[in-house]
Protein backbone atom coordinates (compact mmCIF):
# COMPACT_ATOMS: atom_id res chain seq x y z
CA UNK A 1 0.00 0.00 0.00
CA UNK A 2 0.89 3.44 -0.77
CA UNK A 3 1.73 5.40 2.33
CA UNK A 4 2.74 8.73 0.87
CA UNK A 5 -0.56 8.47 -1.39
CA UNK A 6 -2.53 8.37 1.32
CA UNK A 7 -1.40 11.21 2.79
CA UNK A 8 -3.58 14.76 1.85
CA UNK A 9 -1.36 17.31 0.88
CA UNK A 10 -2.24 20.51 2.75
CA UNK A 11 -3.06 23.40 0.78
CA UNK A 12 -1.18 26.44 2.35
CA UNK A 13 -2.56 30.13 3.06
CA UNK A 14 -2.30 32.21 -0.16
CA UNK A 15 -1.40 29.45 -2.20
CA UNK A 16 -4.56 28.45 -4.66
CA UNK A 17 -4.86 25.17 -6.46
CA UNK A 18 -7.41 24.86 -9.31
CA UNK A 19 -8.40 21.30 -11.53
CA UNK A 20 -8.85 21.16 -14.84
CA UNK A 21 -9.85 17.23 -15.53
CA UNK A 22 -6.37 15.75 -15.04
CA UNK A 23 -4.46 19.43 -15.05
CA UNK A 24 -3.88 20.75 -11.98
CA UNK A 25 -2.58 24.54 -11.26
CA UNK A 26 -1.07 25.78 -8.91
CA UNK A 27 -0.88 29.78 -8.31
CA UNK A 28 1.35 31.14 -5.06
CA UNK A 29 3.23 34.23 -3.77
CA UNK A 30 6.01 32.64 -5.77
CA UNK A 31 4.80 32.15 -9.20
CA UNK A 32 2.60 29.27 -10.75
CA UNK A 33 2.87 25.93 -12.22
CA UNK A 34 0.31 24.04 -14.04
CA UNK A 35 1.25 20.27 -14.61
CA UNK A 36 -0.75 17.42 -16.75
CA UNK A 37 -1.17 14.36 -14.12
CA UNK A 38 -2.38 10.31 -15.32
CA UNK A 39 -5.47 9.95 -16.30
CA UNK A 40 -6.32 7.06 -13.98
CA UNK A 41 -5.39 8.65 -11.04
CA UNK A 42 -8.97 10.29 -8.67
CA UNK A 43 -7.81 13.69 -7.75
CA UNK A 44 -9.93 16.43 -5.74
CA UNK A 45 -10.05 19.03 -3.42
CA UNK A 46 -11.53 18.92 0.08
CA UNK A 47 -11.12 21.03 3.13
CA UNK A 48 -8.41 22.65 1.65
CA UNK A 49 -6.33 19.58 0.88
CA UNK A 50 -5.86 17.79 -2.07
CA UNK A 51 -6.59 14.10 -1.85
CA UNK A 52 -5.33 11.78 -4.52
CA UNK A 53 -7.26 8.16 -5.02
CA UNK A 54 -5.90 5.25 -6.74
CA UNK A 55 -8.92 2.77 -9.51
CA UNK A 56 -7.17 -0.52 -8.22
CA UNK A 57 -4.58 -1.87 -6.07
CA UNK A 58 -2.32 -3.13 -8.94
CA UNK A 59 1.45 -2.29 -8.45
CA UNK A 60 1.29 0.19 -11.42
CA UNK A 61 -1.44 2.23 -9.75
CA UNK A 62 -0.07 1.97 -6.30
CA UNK A 63 3.34 3.35 -8.23
CA UNK A 64 1.17 6.18 -9.37
CA UNK A 65 -0.56 6.78 -6.75
CA UNK A 66 2.36 8.26 -4.47
CA UNK A 67 4.41 9.90 -7.65
CA UNK A 68 1.15 11.80 -8.25
CA UNK A 69 0.49 12.71 -4.36
CA UNK A 70 4.49 13.97 -4.25
CA UNK A 71 4.36 15.70 -7.61
CA UNK A 72 1.39 17.94 -6.31
CA UNK A 73 3.33 18.17 -2.66
CA UNK A 74 6.45 19.73 -4.48
CA UNK A 75 4.20 22.06 -6.69
CA UNK A 76 2.84 23.37 -3.04
CA UNK A 77 5.96 23.84 -2.03
CA UNK A 78 7.60 25.40 -4.79
CA UNK A 79 5.14 28.42 -5.06
CA UNK A 80 5.29 29.04 -1.34
CA UNK A 81 9.12 28.88 -0.74
CA UNK A 82 10.59 27.07 -3.40
CA UNK A 83 13.64 24.70 -4.12
CA UNK A 84 17.37 25.01 -4.53
CA UNK A 85 20.85 23.27 -5.13
CA UNK A 86 24.12 24.32 -3.99
CA UNK A 87 26.72 23.26 -6.24
CA UNK A 88 30.70 23.33 -5.33
CA UNK A 89 33.44 24.31 -7.87
CA UNK A 90 36.88 22.32 -6.64
CA UNK A 91 40.40 22.84 -8.84
CA UNK A 92 42.70 25.51 -8.87
CA UNK A 93 42.15 28.40 -11.25
CA UNK A 94 38.20 27.18 -11.29
CA UNK A 95 35.59 30.24 -10.78
CA UNK A 96 32.24 31.14 -11.58
CA UNK A 97 30.72 34.63 -11.70
CA UNK A 98 27.47 36.22 -12.84
CA UNK A 99 27.19 38.55 -16.25
CA UNK A 100 23.43 39.62 -16.49
CA UNK A 101 21.51 36.14 -16.54
CA UNK A 102 24.44 34.38 -18.20
CA UNK A 103 26.71 31.87 -15.67
CA UNK A 104 29.93 32.37 -16.81
CA UNK A 105 32.81 29.88 -15.22
CA UNK A 106 36.26 28.50 -15.81
CA UNK A 107 36.88 25.24 -15.78
CA UNK A 108 40.45 24.48 -17.14
CA UNK A 109 39.26 24.29 -20.52
CA UNK A 110 40.85 27.09 -23.48
CA UNK A 111 37.79 28.60 -22.90
CA UNK A 112 34.93 30.10 -20.13
CA UNK A 113 32.24 27.94 -20.44
CA UNK A 114 28.72 30.04 -20.50
CA UNK A 115 25.53 29.16 -19.46
CA UNK A 116 22.24 30.96 -19.91
CA UNK A 117 19.64 30.93 -17.07
CA UNK A 118 16.50 28.89 -18.17
CA UNK A 119 12.99 30.24 -17.63
CA UNK A 120 12.05 30.32 -14.27
CA UNK A 121 15.26 29.65 -12.83
CA UNK A 122 18.13 31.96 -11.00
CA UNK A 123 21.98 30.87 -10.17
CA UNK A 124 23.66 33.29 -8.02
CA UNK A 125 27.05 32.59 -7.08
CA UNK A 126 28.43 32.94 -2.95
CA UNK A 127 31.70 33.74 -3.76
CA UNK A 128 33.64 32.30 -6.84
CA UNK A 129 33.30 28.59 -6.08
CA UNK A 130 29.98 28.23 -4.88
CA UNK A 131 26.78 28.29 -6.92
CA UNK A 132 23.48 28.55 -5.79
CA UNK A 133 20.39 27.11 -7.97
CA UNK A 134 17.18 28.59 -7.18
CA UNK A 135 13.79 28.09 -8.37
CA UNK A 136 9.70 26.97 -7.88
CA UNK A 137 9.92 23.88 -9.74
CA UNK A 138 11.65 20.94 -8.20
CA UNK A 139 12.36 19.19 -11.72
CA UNK A 140 13.64 21.90 -13.76
CA UNK A 141 16.02 23.16 -10.41
CA UNK A 142 17.23 19.68 -10.23
CA UNK A 143 17.84 19.61 -14.50
CA UNK A 144 19.97 22.89 -14.73
CA UNK A 145 21.95 21.99 -11.60
CA UNK A 146 22.73 18.56 -13.25
CA UNK A 147 23.58 20.19 -16.67
CA UNK A 148 25.86 22.67 -14.52
CA UNK A 149 27.34 19.60 -12.83
CA UNK A 150 27.83 17.91 -16.37
CA UNK A 151 30.92 20.77 -17.58
CA UNK A 152 33.06 19.06 -15.60
CA UNK A 153 32.47 15.91 -13.55
CA UNK A 154 33.92 15.78 -10.28
CA UNK A 155 37.44 13.71 -11.03
CA UNK A 156 38.36 10.68 -8.06
CA UNK A 157 42.10 11.53 -7.96
CA UNK A 158 42.70 15.33 -7.05
CA UNK A 159 38.54 16.07 -6.43
CA UNK A 160 38.69 18.81 -8.94
CA UNK A 161 35.36 19.42 -10.91
CA UNK A 162 32.02 20.64 -9.74
CA UNK A 163 29.99 18.78 -6.69
CA UNK A 164 27.04 19.25 -5.29
CA UNK A 165 27.58 20.50 -1.69
CA UNK A 166 26.24 17.87 0.35
CA UNK A 167 27.93 15.11 -2.23
CA UNK A 168 31.08 13.13 -0.99
CA UNK A 169 33.65 12.06 -3.61
CA UNK A 170 35.61 8.92 -3.36
CA UNK A 171 38.49 9.46 -3.68
CA UNK A 172 41.40 6.96 -5.05
CA UNK A 173 44.75 6.48 -4.27
CA UNK A 174 46.93 7.43 -7.43
CA UNK A 175 50.58 6.31 -8.61
CA UNK A 176 53.03 5.18 -6.65
CA UNK A 177 56.68 5.97 -8.11
Known amino acids: MSRIGKAPVAILDGVDVKLDG ?8 KGSLTRDLHPDM ?49 GIGYRAEKKGKKLVMNLG ?32 VGAHAANIRAKRLPEPYKGHGIKYVDEHIRRKVGKTG
Open 22 to 29: HTITVKGP
Open 42 to 90: GIEIKDGEVIVTRPSDSKYNKSLHGLTRALIANMVTGVTTGFEKALEIN
Open 109 to 140: YSHPVEMEDPEDIETVCDGQNKVIVKGISKEA
